[in-house]
């Protein structure tokens, strides 16, 4: 991130998307693309190795349930903290609220609580960026909201490419 001065106006360029797009992407492949790959489970009748916990139809809900929990959560948190230190602090609770949501890894919640800490600390396009603890959850909330929608996209791929 390079930031350039301009008189008393400083900008930064940034290559991180804008919030709407970054949440987008995780929620498009993570909840969209999750549940588009249970309900084909469903339809060409997969049935799962071993004992499962739970039924196609409990982890369809779970993901749709869940994702958009987390995107719900995300939305708020931007649209609603305004002020610097409600950004500091959102960008500190988000973030390390994306560390404990990884065991809700396949329905995104990550990704989303994660693109709203990179939001709120001003690491993605169009925002201010913040210093400090802020800045560092809102790394920490960044690096999920790439690596989930990735891990997602390759383990729901891998998994059909491996299917026979």
Same mark, same amino acid.
């Given at each position: 991130?390079?930031?350039?001065?301009?008189? !008393?106006? !400083?900008?930064?360029?940034?290559? +991180?998307?804008?919030?709407? +797009? =970054?949440?987008?992407?995780?929620?498009?492949?993570?909840?969209?693309?999750?549940?588009?790959?249970?309900?084909?489970?469903?339809?060409?009748?997969?049935?799962?190795?071993?004992?499962?916990?739970?039924?196609?139809?409990?982890? @369809?809900?779970?993901?749709?349930?869940?994702?958009?929990?987390?995107?719900?959560?995300?939305?708020?948190?931007?649209? @609603?903290?305004?002020?610097?230190?409600?950004?500091? +602090?959102?960008?500190?609770?988000?973030?390390?609220?994306?560390?404990?949501?990884?065991?809700?890894?396949?329905?995104?919640?990550?990704?989303?609580?994660?693109?709203?800490?990179?939001? @709120?600390?001003? =690491?993605?396009?169009?925002?201010?960026?913040?210093?400090?603890?802020?800045? =560092?959850?809102? @790394?920490?909330? =960044?690096?999920?909201? +790439?690596?989930?929608?990735?891990?997602?996209?390759?383990?729901?791929?891998?998994?059909?490419?491996?299917?026979?």
């Amino acid at each position: 991130m390079s930031t350039i001065h301009a008189g !008393s106006a !400083s900008t930064t360029r940034t290559r +991180v998307p804008p919030f709407p +797009v =970054l949440v987008g992407i995780a929620y498009g492949i993570c909840v969209v693309g999750m549940s588009v790959s249970i309900v084909a489970e469903m339809v060409f009748g997969y049935t799962g190795s071993g004992d499962q916990p739970r039924s196609l139809g409990e982890q @369809l809900a779970g993901v749709l349930g869940f994702g958009t929990l987390g995107l719900v959560v995300a939305m708020a948190a931007v649209r @609603l903290l305004r002020s610097e230190r409600q950004r500091r +602090v959102g960008a500190i609770a988000l973030g390390a609220l994306s560390v404990p949501a990884l065991a809700f890894f396949w329905c995104g919640m990550p990704a989303l609580l994660g693109a709203a800490a990179a939001a @709120l600390a001003g =690491l993605t396009r169009g925002t201010v960026p913040l210093a400090g603890p802020a800045r =560092l959850f809102g @790394l920490i909330g =960044l690096a999920f909201a +790439v690596i989930n929608p990735l891990a997602n996209f390759l383990a729901v791929t891998i998994s059909w490419l491996t299917t026979s």
